[in-house]
């Protein structure tokens, strides 16, 4: 499969917890990793891989991955954490690179 | 503190060459584990891989581009190079160079690469 699929759009009341998924068939094979984008900026790695986040990166962001999806849950969202999340990983066949269309998350 | 700096024209012309050069700063481009990417970004939508040289030379390059694309290297200057040629108004983005780095995850024995540092950007505009 040459597509990651993520959901346009997704929103959570202050302080509670969200997850972003991103599907593709390729996930059975690869992990993801997730990249939070502000407005105007580059985006930002914040997770990894089966269990990694970067130094700097608040413990509230983990991922996980269940079959052709993978998640990154947010647990406890700020107001600083809307943005446009990325999922990325591999196609299926490891020699290209995948983006999903990115996840916009509002923070109520 | 390795750094990312993308240079280039602002504005192409149809049917020209894009050209844009990244030069890596704080850290050797030929350093062993490390993918030298370019990603862009079309107005207000998502991300899209372009491509990349490793850090031996080999490219790996996004199927849609083939044909027009071509990721250089030149390791005296730490820099790195795209060019797209044939260009259109559908190539106007924002043009992000990137590190992309390996990394071993002892929990499933499995080896990644994400991207951990990235250029701040720059603007192509592909108009007569």
């Known amino acids: 499969s040459s597509e990651l699929t993520q959901d346009p759009a997704v929103s959570v009341a202050l302080g509670q917890t969200v997850r972003i998924t991103c599907q593709g068939d390729?996930?059975?094979?690869?992990?993801a990793n997730w990249y939070q984008q502000k407005p105007g900026q580059a985006p930002v790695v914040v997770f990894y891989g089966k269990n990694n986040r970067p130094s700097g990166i608040p413990d509230r962001f983990s991922g996980s991955r269940s079959g052709n999806t993978a998640s990154l849950t947010i647990t406890g969202a700020q107001a600083e954490d809307e943005a446009d999340y990325y999922c990325n990983s591999r196609d299926s066949s490891g020699n290209h690179l995948l983006f999903g269309g990115g996840t916009k998350l509002t923070v109520l | 503190q390795v750094q990312l700096q993308e240079s280039g024209p602002g504005r192409v012309k149809p049917s020209q060459t894009l050209s844009l050069t990244c030069t890596v700063s704080?850290?050797?481009?030929?350093?062993?584990?490390?993918?030298w990417s370019w990603i862009r970004q079309h107005p207000g939508k998502g991300l899209e891989w372009i491509g990349y040289?490793?850090?031996?030379?080999?490219?790996s390059y996004n199927p849609s581009l083939t044909g027009r694309l071509t990721i250089s290297v030149d390791p005296p200057k730490n820099q790195f190079s795209l060019e797209l040629s044939s260009v259109t108004a559908a190539d106007t983005a924002v043009y992000y160079c990137?590190?992309?780095?390996?990394?071993?995850?002892?929990?499933?024995?499995?080896?990644?690469?994400?991207?951990?540092?990235w250029g701040q950007g720059t603007m192509v505009t592909v108009s007569s």
């Open positions: 040289i490793s850090y031996s030379g080999s490219t």
């Open positions: 990137a590190r992309e780095a390996d990394y071993y995850d002892r929990s499933d024995y499995y080896w990644g690469r994400a991207f951990d540092i």
């Open positions: 390729s996930l059975r094979s690869y992990h």
């Open positions: 704080g850290g050797s481009i030929t350093s062993g584990g490390y993918y």
